[in-house]
């Protein structure tokens, strides 16, 4: 299957700083990719979808100025935790399809603990 | 709306067959995947059935489909250790919508 690269794997930073989060499509080009938050032993909660080249939709209650999202190329996006807080440790995952995907490919996720 | 539901967990022996069930509630479902969860890792999609087919299978693992009840089902055969994760089924309508996650221990 293509591959989905999401980097860091793990980050810890410290309280009102940001935290920028890679997802790289290796071997195709990505039209579309998904940002997931994950909670301990909970579901994946979407929290937006971006296209390239056009702005991000944020699910419902996820804010869009502490989650920015960019989708700049169709290999890359970022989602940019800003003025990251101790509730935002959490387990991030990203997901992209392309064009001609039938499913989504998932990045191996970065789990972000703030201190 | 939108909500798709597992049971938690699943205790299973090795050898034995494992079904894990999943119930959801949009019917323009186009796709249906199950993915497996190890821990600290991402998803890794196992399997996924269009929404015209009732049955899928794919070496040990089986889909069945009944969309009038709108119930998905993964059943793996001759489960092993390395089968132990846990499991979220999705469905895609014009997003995924994910389940709550089964997680499956599998003993020795």
């Known amino acids: 299957g293509a591959v989905v690269s999401q980097h860091p794997s793990w980050v810890i930073c410290k309280s009102g700083t940001s935290v920028k989060i890679e997802c790289r499509s290796l071997?195709?080009?990505?039209?579309?990719m998904f940002w997931y938050r994950q909670f301990p032993k909970q579901s994946l909660m979407l929290m937006a979808t971006?296209?390239?080249?056009?702005?991000?939709?944020?699910e419902q209650g996820v804010e869009k100025d502490k989650f920015l999202i960019n989708h700049a190329s169709l290999t890359l996006s970022t989602l940019t935790v800003t003025s990251a807080h101790p509730e935002d440790s959490s387990f991030y995952i990203c997901?992209?399809?392309?064009?001609?995907?039938?499913?989504?490919?998932f990045g191996q996720g970065t789990r972000l603990t703030v201190v | 709306g939108e909500d798709v539901e597992q049971s938690l967990f699943l205790s299973v022996r090795e050898g034995d067959s494992s079904v894990i069930n999943c119930t959801y509630t949009?019917?323009?479902?186009?796709?249906l995947y199950w993915y497996k969860q190890e821990p600290g890792a991402g998803l890794q999609l196992l399997t996924y059935?269009?929404?015209?087919?009732d049955m899928k299978q794919d070496q040990r693992l089986t889909v069945l489909l009944n969309k009038k009840d709108k119930h998905l089902s993964l059943r793996i055969a001759d489960t092993q250790t390395g089968d132990s994760a846990i499991y979220f089924c999705?469905?895609?309508?014009?997003?995924?919508?994910f389940g709550t996650g089964t997680r499956l221990k599998v003993l020795a």
């Open positions: 971006s296209n390239e080249g056009s702005k991000a939709t944020y």
């Open positions: 071997d195709f080009q990505a039209t579309t």
């Open positions: 999705a469905e895609e309508t014009y997003k995924y919508i």
């Open positions: 997901s992209a399809r392309g064009a001609r995907n039938t499913e989504a490919f």
């Open positions: 949009d019917s323009s479902s186009t796709y």
């Open positions: 059935i269009f929404s015209n087919m």
